[in-house]
């Protein structure tokens, strides 16, 4: 009854309607994706312990630590909100809010998997828009600005240092990583994530390997981790942007950090590495597209983990020149590949 | 080769009546009392003709019953020969005033600054007599003369004198009160010397350039010091170090123990060289009580201070990896790991893994434990194994090289000019290393072979730690093989230790360098004079230079690379 209900409102109204859906789709991702963020980070100290040889939490919620990240938050969002006397004020208390805002602007194209309904497959994705692509690549890109933004505002010659590198790191790496996203749409013939992932016969990362590689390592860069956080390189400029932040704006923007790692590593799996795709598994067929979607997410996160605690962090001109000297060509000789291949199996 | 008694008869013929007294004992060790005059000729001779071109420090002695101080400047050379020259000059205690070397040895600057804060003895000719360890407060009250009575406690918080400043930020200063200037207890008058923030900021020229604290709470610092960064962007213009943060006065502290409480304050000088500054105190005490610990005790020295090498080489070389890494680099806890059963081994027999205060004058404290011999074999093999994938992992890895190769170089002249030692300095090409310029123990007797590198950047100081991890087990096992059963302590030794009115200078390669004590006694139960001279004083001198013209993040690959360890630096 409900459900006819709702469906001769969506026949009388569906501008009300779509706007409705949309409100109800961006409030559950954007608590999905931050309790998934929280995951995330005791993931990373969990496997970083491990890859380490010591425990990593082990103290609240079992032997797990499973609740160590729910007592971190409510740490960080008890603490003083401490702004600085010389702090420029409303940059200051608006740059983490723009942070976390750019997250749910990525989220909300982003598809996270589908299920299959009576044989047909639904992707998830509350806003499947034809271009999302574009769009997410574009608002990725907004993250340095709110990096930007905190550290300028700051009034601290260290977040002002780390402002600056991330500025430089973004313009070198947004270029070859936008490049990458064209082949992949050249070749999936649409700009759309979810034609992307349904275009995937066969793998982008098996199809352009030069472009999945250029487009990995530029990702690490954009998410600001080993061995390109450089933004942040505690041995060099204390913690970068966000020296000078406490309390609850510091909570946002490390979150914002580990929101924006795991929707790369979506984006990683939707482009290059098939999404959803994969054998039905008979039993769970319903489910099966999103087990092989978290497998596949699994993988890319403890791979950025892995390389986060093996290697050493790159100089700010090496990383500058890896990105304008290395992977622009690089990715410029995928995209003529990619347009090779795709005009002679189309 | 050159002999001590060859140089000594070169300065007599060459400055006849400038040379006082003079005698060569022990063998090597050149001691000479120079007329004050004629010092800076005397160095120059010495260096240009006889290359005594390694400054290696200078010593202040406070003799009040004579009514003089006496400066010791110690020289000896890069490889040349094995001579050692200390060359004493004498002044009165009414303004006291010597000749400055900085003319010949760029290093002196630090020594003698050190000796004019603390003693009040004016340096000729010195370009910076700035107060190095001490804070403003205590510079004119010459705190390590004798009769020092104590100065009052600037630090408590009725002395605060609160000041708000334009910006808004309240300043704190301190200074003595009224009553105490008219008692008379502390002195009125003070130099006069630009502070070190007015120094730096007349450094800066132009909008663009800013100075960076790094320091006195840093990642990149081992211990509190301030390492002040001129910069233009991300490039380095000038460096500025400041010291002296947790100055401790162990030298002062030294000279109202008796000779054998000294013992565990050396251990305090470096936390991660406890052994080899104990033997280098000890050492140098036995020279001046003219005593030799038996054979077996000098092989349990040696096995101890080169495993306690292989455990510094490893921690130093993790926390450099740290710092052009991320606290989170994994090699570093590897590194931790192994050196776990490095410190079993020595904590087996000396009963403690940092601070020891093992080695005793004539001897040891304890014979090894039943079992030490396969414990250590066996830590050995799986050292060698690790230490062999370190080295493979970072030769392989093309960031490691970009980020360490060609930082930092220091050429063979310069790395000799700057006057640093140990690893920095095999690392330019130079093999100097005391258990084989100035052999102490048995190390003469033992086949192992000094480590260098041609290049000089951050990237060959890592390699030759590594590389020096090998001999160390390699001279272990020698060790091992070669020692027997015999008494651990020296015969006839009296209960209190009173040495013959004297001065002995010991040097011993410590995990970082070149470290020596030297000693002054006058017959009672007490030193007159302690003087350590540690190698990291001297890399840290050396460490602005080495800045200018790098990145930023270079200032962490060279100052890692260096290992160093602000403890010894603020003795």
Redesign the interface.
């Known amino acids: 009854m409900v459900l006819s209900a709702i469906t001769e409102f969506a026949a009388q109204e569906p501008k009300l309607y779509a706007l409705i859906l949309g409100l109800v789709g961006a409030a559950i991702i954007a608590s999905v994706i931050n309790v998934a963020a929280m995951a995330v980070v005791w993931l990373e100290r969990k496997v970083m312990g491990d890859l380490q040889a010591r425990y990593g939490p082990n103290r609240v919620g079992g032997r797990w630590g499973i609740l160590q990240l729910g007592a971190d938050a409510i740490k960080l969002f008890t603490k003083e909100d401490i702004i600085p006397r010389g702090a420029d004020k409303p940059v200051y208390v608006w740059a983490p809010i723009v942070a976390s805002a750019t997250t749910m602007l990525v989220a909300g194209a982003m598809p996270f998997g589908a299920v299959i309904i009576n044989g047909r497959e639904i992707p998830l994705v509350v806003a499947n828009m034809d271009i999302s692509a574009f769009y997410v690549e574009a608002a990725l890109s907004i993250m340095a600005i709110s990096a930007f933004m905190a550290g300028w505002s700051s009034n601290n010659k260290y977040s002002m240092l780390g402002a600056f590198r991330g500025i430089a790191r973004m313009i070198a790496y947004e270029v070859p990583m936008g490049i990458c996203v064209i082949s992949v749409a050249v070749m999936a013939h649409s700009l759309n994530l979810v034609e992307i992932v349904q275009a995937q016969d066969v793998w982008f990362a098996v199809a352009q390997p030069l472009g999945f590689v250029v487009f990995a390592i530029a990702l690490i860069t954009d998410l600001g981790r080993m061995p390109f956080d450089q933004t942040e390189a505690e041995e060099e400029i204390i913690a970068g942007y966000n020296t000078e932040y406490s309390g609850i704006r510091f909570g946002l923007l490390y979150f914002q950090e580990y929101n924006m790692m795991l929707l790369g590593s979506i984006l990683l799996v939707n482009l290059y590495l098939g999404g959803w795709n994969g054998p039905v598994i008979p039993v769970i067929s319903f489910l099966s597209p999103m087990v092989w979607f978290f497998m596949k997410l699994l993988i890319v996160l403890v791979a950025l983990i892995w390389v986060r605690v093996s290697l050493l962090r790159f100089r700010i001109d090496q990383v500058t020149d890896l990105g304008w000297k290395v992977l622009l060509p690089l990715s410029m000789v995928n995209l003529v590949w990619a347009v090779a291949v795709g005009l002679y199996f189309a | 080769m050159t002999t001590a008694n060859d140089v000594l008869s070169a300065l007599q013929s060459a400055f006849p009546g400038a040379i006082e007294e003079a005698k060569v004992a022990p063998e090597r060790q050149l001691w000479a009392t120079i007329k004050p005059d004629r010092i800076v000729d005397v160095c120059k001779y010495l260096r240009d003709n006889h290359s005594f071109d390694h400054y290696s420090g200078a010593a202040g002695v406070d003799r009040i019953n004579d009514g003089l101080f006496e400066v010791t400047e110690m020289l000896a050379s890069h490889g040349a020969h094995q001579v050692v020259a200390l060359l004493k000059v004498k002044t009165k205690r009414e303004n006291p005033s010597v000749k400055s070397l900085t003319g010949l040895y760029w290093n002196a600057n630090w020594y003698e600054r050190e000796i004019w804060e603390m003693l009040g003895i004016n340096f000729e000719g010195h370009p910076e007599l700035y107060p190095l360890l001490l804070s403003d407060e205590l510079v004119g009250v010459w705190p390590w003369r004798k009769d020092y009575k104590g100065y009052p406690d600037y630090n408590t918080a009725d002395r605060a004198i609160e000041k708000v400043n334009p910006e808004?930020y309240t300043d704190y200063s301190f200074g003595p009160t009224e009553a105490e200037i008219k008692a008379g207890t502390v002195p009125t008058e003070r130099p006069e010397y630009p502070t070190f923030r007015e120094r730096e900021e007349m450094e800066i020229k132009g909008e663009s350039e800013?100075i960076?604290?790094m320091g006195p709470q840093?990642?990149?610092v081992p211990g509190p010091f301030l390492l002040d960064i001129l910069v233009d962007?991300?490039r380095v213009k000038k460096a500025f170090l400041d010291v002296g943060y947790i100055h401790k006065g162990i030298e002062k502290i030294m000279e109202n123990r008796t000779y054998m409480q000294g013992i565990p304050i050396t251990d305090r000088l470096c936390y991660m060289a406890a052994l080899t500054n104990n033997e280098a105190y000890c050492g140098a005490v036995e020279r001046l009580l003219g005593i030799e610990a038996p054979e077996r005790a000098q092989y349990i020295r040696m096995i101890l201070e080169e495993l306690s090498r292989i455990q510094s080489h490893l921690l130093g070389t993790g926390e450099f990896?740290?710092?052009?890494?991320?606290?989170?680099?994994?090699p570093f806890?590897?590194m931790i790991?192994d050196r776990e059963d490095i410190l079993s081994c020595i904590e087996s027999v000396t009963g403690a893994r940092i601070n020891h205060s093992f080695v005793r004058f004539g001897g040891v404290r304890n014979d090894l434990p039943e079992g030490f011999k396969d414990m250590t074999l066996d830590a050995l093999k799986k050292i060698r194994l690790k230490t062999e994938e370190y080295k493979e992992l970072f030769l392989s890895?093309s960031?490691?090289r970009?980020?360490m190769e060609g930082v930092g170089v220091l050429t063979p002249a310069e790395a000799r000019r700057l006057g640093v030692s140990g690893p920095p300095l095999r690392a330019s090409d130079t093999p100097y290393d005391m258990r084989r310029e100035d052999p102490y123990l048995l190390y003469k007797d033992m086949d192992f072979e000094v480590i260098t590198r041609k290049e000089g950047d951050s990237r060959a100081r890592v390699e030759v730690r590594l590389d020096e991890i090998f001999e160390s087990c390699y001279i272990i096992e020698q060790c091992l093989d070669q020692i027997s059963d015999g008494p651990i302590m020296a015969e006839g030794l009296p209960k209190k230790i009173k040495p013959e009115p004297g001065e002995a200078y010991y040097r011993v390669e410590d995990h970082r360098g070149e470290m020596g004590f030297f000693v002054v006694s006058d017959g009672s139960e007490k030193p007159v004079k302690v003087k350590a001279r540690g190698p990291v004083y001297a890399y840290f001198q050396a460490l602005p230079p080495l800045l200018e013209g790098t990145?930023?993040?270079?200032?962490?690959a060279i100052a890692g690379s260096m290992d160093a360890c602000t403890s010894e630096v603020d003795r």
């Open positions: 808004g800013m960076l604290h840093h990642a990149v962007g991300e990896l740290t710092l052009i890494g991320s606290a989170v680099f994994s806890l590897y790991i890895d960031i490691y970009k980020r990145y930023i993040a270079d200032v962490v």
